[in-house]
């Protein structure tokens, strides 16, 4: 049951330690250089970092020797960063050739917080990386096999470089580019695509490797590496076996994962061997990402540099270098770049790469130390005289400041509801007067939720939260005393000057319903009784007590009132009736209107038509009176008038004469008679007639 296990935990202030973690005893002599200078230190392996913030609250600070990030999941990286943040944890990062962005840890949380760079600008030229990712989505990797694959094919892509190409094929029955070979500089857009891949139908691998190795074969990459994810049951497993041998002899490597305990192992693991890669048969689908991380290191842009320098002291005012006189020389160092605004660099190399450089994070600090502590870079350092003083001087510069006595945090947990007292007295038992409290609840999932605490009395303040989930609650206050700020400590320009830190861990072992170890039986009876059912002694038998038994079985009945439904009926036939009597439609009347106003439009639509018709005529008319008023059959004669223009006669009339110069006028002459036309002529014959004379 839930409740058959409980645990707790208790914060008890005294003397921390420090905790080194490393892979293959990287980071022994960190820790014996410790140990010399009197700090309790403990060492582990990475498998021995804890999943839970609470058990980190009595680690002063974590170092970090030559650490690969696939040695950790995201939920301690998270745990780390609010280690450092919120409880102001010291985080030492010490280098090797798996540490920084050679270890992986570009774009990680925990890369966010250290105060180096670890993607910086190229300054030379270094070896670029390709990686194709071909990856199975037929229908055998349906369910959690293709959801794993996505995570770890964006977790490869994650610890990429900008300037490192990636490209990702999946295949069914046929095969497309899920995202095209280039740089992995827009790493958003790269993920939003793999989200998209979804499960397909058969499994054709051959198309999906001749596009890779189409893709790699004639690119200038220094390095050209394949990750081949597949259950390897395909339709072409001797092209595929070529294929495998034709990118091994381009100087293209492919390493395979067999998915399931069905896969073609046989054939893969020719591939891998063929193309000088790794074979990784898997059985549980939880393993890919960190094959898939693991495996996208072989492409990562070279950052080591091995070179004998001699660290040149960048900032001398650092705490970590005091008392120490020369630095002896270092044989290289993981390459990375200054990150700017608070992040300071204290050494760096002959080529102004940063050594050791120191931030604030949050509460906590953090220190990357970018070559290593062993002989691999560092064997002088070893036979260094200030070794030990050296890494003493620097975890305590990181190491997070010893828990004030002068506050005590009180906590009382009833239901979901958790009641938090902070109660500050000094030494004598007296009350303190703090200028400020800040407070911060930390839940089991890592998620910071902000406690509001109001004063109560002098000294003494409140606040509450809910804490729904099981686990462990971590209770952090940050504090300044009203004479310390009196002082000038705590300014605006420092905040963390001055200011005091108390923790307190609260503990639900399970929810609170399971508190309650005795039953209910009454409450159980009468509702068996309301429903008409049985008790059942926990001894019976379900078999055998007959539980469907309707023997005696009544059914429900429920009465749904209807006289709201009925009075709005009621209402709806009276309104109708209403209108019935009183409302009177000429169904006949209605229909001569809507005749009248169709005969009335359409006589209006002829009478516009005719009105243009008419006016165009008028229009036409006129013009043609314009332009015949000044001619020959415009005018009006009378008998007796003599007609004075030009005649019409039977004969074509001949161009006329051109016209003459103009001369010196002549004297007058008298004008002879006009001669009579025929018509004039005809029309004196009749008056002669008229008047009887016998010539006419």
């Known amino acids: 049951a839930e409740n058959n296990r409980a645990e707790t935990m208790t914060y008890v202030a005294g003397p921390g330690f420090v905790r080194v973690y490393d892979v293959d005893g990287a980071g022994q002599g960190v820790a014996r250089a410790l140990q010399e200078a009197g700090i309790n230190t403990i060492r582990g392996e990475v498998s021995e970092l804890p999943d839970e913030l609470p058990r980190l609250l009595d680690v002063d600070a974590i170092v970090l020797v030559n650490t690969p990030v696939q040695h950790f999941t995201m939920a301690q990286q998270e745990m780390l960063c609010r280690y450092v943040n919120d409880l102001g944890g010291g985080l030492i990062m010490v280098g090797g050739p798996d540490s920084f962005g050679a270890g992986g840890w570009i774009g990680s949380p925990v890369g966010s917080i250290l105060p180096v760079d670890l993607d910086p600008p190229q300054k030379k030229q270094l070896p670029l990386g390709a990686l194709v990712l071909v990856i199975d989505h037929s229908g055998s990797m349906t369910g959690e096999k293709v959801e794993m694959c996505k995570a770890a094919a964006a977790g490869a892509v994650r610890l990429l470089s900008q300037r490192d190409h990636v490209g990702i094929i999946v295949f069914d029955a046929v095969s497309e580019w899920v995202v095209s070979l280039g740089p992995a500089l827009d790493k ?390 209403v209108a019935v009597r009183r409302v009177i439609l000429d169904a006949r009347a209605k229909l001569r209107r809507a005749i009248a106003w169709v005969t009335a439009t359409t006589r209006q639509e002829k009478d516009e038509r005719i009105a243009r018709l008419q006016a165009r005529s008028q229009k036409l008319r006129a013009q043609w009176a314009a332009g015949a008023a000044d001619g020959v059959f415009a005018k009006r004669y009378d008998g007796g008038q003599q007609y004075q223009g030009d005649t019409i006669g039977s004969e074509p009339r001949g161009a006329e004469p051109p016209t003459a110069k103009p001369t010196a006028p002549e004297p007058a002459k008298p004008k002879p008679a006009p001669q009579s036309t025929h018509i004039d002529q005809l029309l004196q014959a009749r008056h002669k007639r008229a008047r009887g004379d016998p010539k006419g």
């Open 188 to 577: 958003e857009g790269i993920f939003h695509r793999i989200s998209q891949i979804g499960a397909g139908g058969g499994t054709v691998m051959g198309p999906a490797m001749r596009e890779a190795f189409a893709a790699l074969k004639d690119s200038r990459h220094a390095i050209k590496h394949v990750i081949l994810l597949t259950d390897g049951q395909t339709a072409d497993p001797d092209l595929c076996a070529r294929l495998g041998e034709d990118m091994g002899a381009a100087g293209i490597t492919v390493s395979t994962v067999a998915i399931g305990q069905g896969a073609y192992t046989e054939l893969l693991h020719n591939i891998a061997v063929a193309a000088q890669g790794r074979f990784y048969p898997v059985e549980n689908p939880a393993n890919i990402p960190e094959i898939f991380i693991k495996e996208a290191q072989v492409v990562r842009r070279s950052m080591i540099v091995e070179q004998t320098f001699t660290p040149q002291v960048v900032y001398s005012l650092s705490e970590i270098l005091n008392g120490i006189p020369a630095l002896p020389a270092l044989d290289g160092y993981v390459l990375t770049g200054p990150k700017g605004g608070l992040n300071q660099v204290v050494l760096s190399s002959n080529e102004a790469d940063p050594i050791l450089a120191t931030c604030q994070s949050g509460l906590g600090r953090c220190v990357a130390f970018t070559s290593s502590a062993d002989s691999r870079w560092a064997a002088q350092w070893i036979q260094w005289g200030d070794f030990a003083r050296f890494w003493e001087q620097v975890v305590r510069w990181a190491g997070k400041p010893s828990q004030s006595a002068d506050c005590e945090i009180l906590t009382d947990v009833e239901g979901q509801e958790t009641t938090v007292r902070v109660e500050a007295f000094d030494a004598e038992g007296r009350f303190l007067q703090l200028a400020s409290i800040d407070g911060q609840v930390l839940t089991p999932e890592m998620k910071s939720q902000t406690l509001q605490l109001t004063q109560t009395g002098p000294g003494q303040y409140a606040a509450q939260f809910r804490a729904p989930a099981s686990g462990s609650y971590i209770v952090n206050v940050q504090y300044r005393k009203a004479e310390d700020v009196a002082r000038g400590e705590g300014t605006p320009s420092s905040p963390l000057n001055g200011a005091r830190s108390a923790n307190a861990i609260v503990t639900i072992p399970f929810a609170p319903e399971f508190r309650d170890l005795t039953d209910n039986a009454p409450l159980l009876k009468e509702v068996s009784e309301m429903t008409h059912g049985r008790v059942l002694p926990l001894e019976s038998d379900p078999n055998e007590v007959n539980l469907y038994d309707s023997a005696g079985l009544q059914f429900p009945e429920t009465h749904l009132p209807l006289v709201q439904p009925l009075m709005l009926a009621w209402i709806a036939l009276f309104l109708t009736d």
